[in-house]
């Protein structure tokens, strides 16, 4: 079965750094998602991104934060300058369309630390 | 806003056991409702969803029936397995400029054999 895959599955950076998300998505799938997890709290839309720009972002979504597809598979989440709060798990997703009424695929996640 | 409120774990049963995790919402509209299941070491799996009211979901035994009078998709299976443990996520999907997910917290099912 199709699967999202990320990397790496766990990431340790020092404050300050910039860190880079790595996930391939679905390969016939046009719509890509990022999702965080603070530990023990909800699971948090980020991003969605369709047609090579962003559809919409939330507000933690701030300057801070990129994303890109840099080739036909790859697509990445950068976070510039990270802070402690940035600490949690980093889903990746991605649908066949915009609905996602048969579901996203998520990826395993990186658990970002933020030390 | 639309919100949605699961209950917390972890959740210990053991194997055969009948599992009952609660998950109410909160919405506008006529939202899609979808439980996933996250296994340890991997990715959130679509384990089942329901699209309108009185719809059951099921799938690996799993049930969820969506209820508009109570707002609630509560998820049950009659026989867990120690293969159950995992972590759950009740999740609507809602329009707001794109469609976007809202998940719960997450319950995690430890079951015993």
């Known amino acids: 079965e199709p699967e999202v895959t990320q990397t790496p599955s766990h990431q340790v950076t020092q404050m300050g750094q910039e860190v880079i998300l790595r996930c391939v998505p679905i390969?016939?799938?046009?719509?890509f998602y990022w999702y965080r997890q603070i530990l023990g709290q909800k699971v948090e839309f980020l991003v969605s991104?369709?047609?090579?720009?962003?559809?919409?972002k939330s507000e933690i979504f701030d300057d801070q934060f990129s994303v890109e597809r840099p080739d036909g598979s790859n697509f990445t989440l950068k976070i510039r300058s990270t802070k402690l709060e940035d600490s949690a798990m980093y889903f990746c997703?991605?649908?066949?369309?915009?609905?996602?009424?048969?579901?996203?695929?998520f990826g395993s996640g990186t658990r970002l630390t933020i030390v | 806003g639309d919100s949605v409120t699961q209950m917390e774990g972890p959740v210990t049963l053991s194997e055969e056991a009948f599992l009952t995790i609660n998950c109410t919402y909160t919405a506008t509209g006529y939202p899609s409702l979808f439980w996933y299941v996250q296994y340890p070491g991997e990715g959130l799996q679509l384990l089942l969803k329901a699209t309108k009211a009185d719809d059951k979901g099921s799938n690996k035994g799993f049930e969820a029936t969506y209820r508009k009078e109570t707002t609630s998709f509560h998820l049950e299976k009659g026989s867990v397995q120690v293969s159950d443990s995992a972590v759950y996520f009740c999740a609507l999907i809602y329009l707001s400029g794109t469609y976007k997910y809202i998940f719960g917290t997450g319950t995690r099912l430890k079951v015993l054999a």
């Open positions: 991104f369709y047609n090579n720009e962003i559809s919409e």
């Open positions: 997703a991605s649908s066949e369309d915009q609905v996602g009424g048969r579901g996203y695929t």
């Open positions: 390969s016939n799938h046009l719509y």
